[in-house]
């Protein structure tokens, strides 16, 4: 059974930091692209940063130069290093895990900007 279990969710300030936890199990975490997603009240899900098997990294423009994607192989894990975070970062972030015609989602984890 695959399961992408996310963590390190919750309430921030702007301009604080959060580092969310992707920790995946039933799949050959090494060869799957892992990636972020985020989805605001109102609006659709939108890719916010992937990482290949390879290391090879992509962002939207909106979080360039303040997220930061990384995994870690030898503990099935992806990570999101989230900074000078702002009110239209929150959203529930879902982590997600694609190889070929293999797909699967996490259950999500809520992200509030607030003052």
């Known amino acids: 059974q695959v399961q992408l279990v996310e963590s390190g969710g919750g309430l921030v300030q702007p301009g604080g930091s959060l580092r969310l936890s992707c920790a995946a199990s039933g799949i050959i975490f090494s060869i799957y692209t892992m990636a972020w997603y985020r989805q605001a009240p109102g609006k659709q899900r939108e890719l916010v940063a992937s990482?290949?098997?390879?290391?090879?990294?992509n962002y939207a423009d909106s979080v360039k130069g303040r997220f930061t994607i990384s995994r870690d192989n030898a503990k099935n894990t992806v990570y999101l290093q989230m900074n000078s975070l702002k009110p239209e970062d929150t959203a529930v972030y879902y982590c997600?895990?694609?190889?070929?015609?293999?797909?699967?989602w996490g259950q999500g984890t809520q992200v509030t900007v607030s003052p």
């Open positions: 997600h895990a694609v190889y070929g015609r293999y797909d699967y």
């Open positions: 990482i290949t098997n390879t290391g090879r990294t």
